[in-house]
């Protein structure tokens, strides 16, 4: 990979790695602040939606984007989901509204869509690389089924963490 595609996809990951903890982290801070918001939780959102931008710029800025390819295309809408997703967030009803569970399921399936077709767009785009260069993607393949697989046990440590607990197994 070049460069510039190399830092692109780092700022990717990066933002991609900091949804995934607010992912995994949301419902345990969640339980525990009941009914105050959390300002870390803001700040890393800021920070993710900041990182996936700056990506986003410099792919338009520094690849071709005849949009002929699924990965090209995907990016896009991704990118458009994203900043709806903000704009959603941004126009949060008050609680106990009766708006609040529309907006709620609206903004959840908004964030699993972006991050669900955000992993297959990495695996597009993979794809896309191998058959413009013909070079072996194998490794990266390997490495970013890795970093979700952790992620996943991660997500489903904390989920369960206070029941294994319980159950007297740590």
Known sequence: MGVQQQLGAFLFQVSIVFVMFLVVSASEEHKKA?????SR????????????????????????????NSHQRLGVALYGIMWLQVLVGIFR??????????????????????SL???????IGLQAYKEKTSKSITTWNIL??????LIVIFYLLQEKWVYIQNQGAV
């Open 117 to 123: 077709l955000g992993v297959l767009n990495v695996f």
């Open 34 to 38: 009941k009914g105050r918001h959390s």
């Open 144 to 149: 970013f089924s890795v970093q979700i697989c």
């Open 41 to 68: 939780k803001d700040h890393n959102t800021k920070l993710a939606v900041l990182l996936a931008t700056a990506g986003a710029i410099m792919s338009i800025k520094n690849f071709n984007n005849s949009f002929n």
């Open 93 to 114: 009803p008050q609680r106990g509204s009766k708006r609040r569970s529309l907006w709620f399921f609206a903004h959840w399936i908004m964030g699993t869509a972006v």
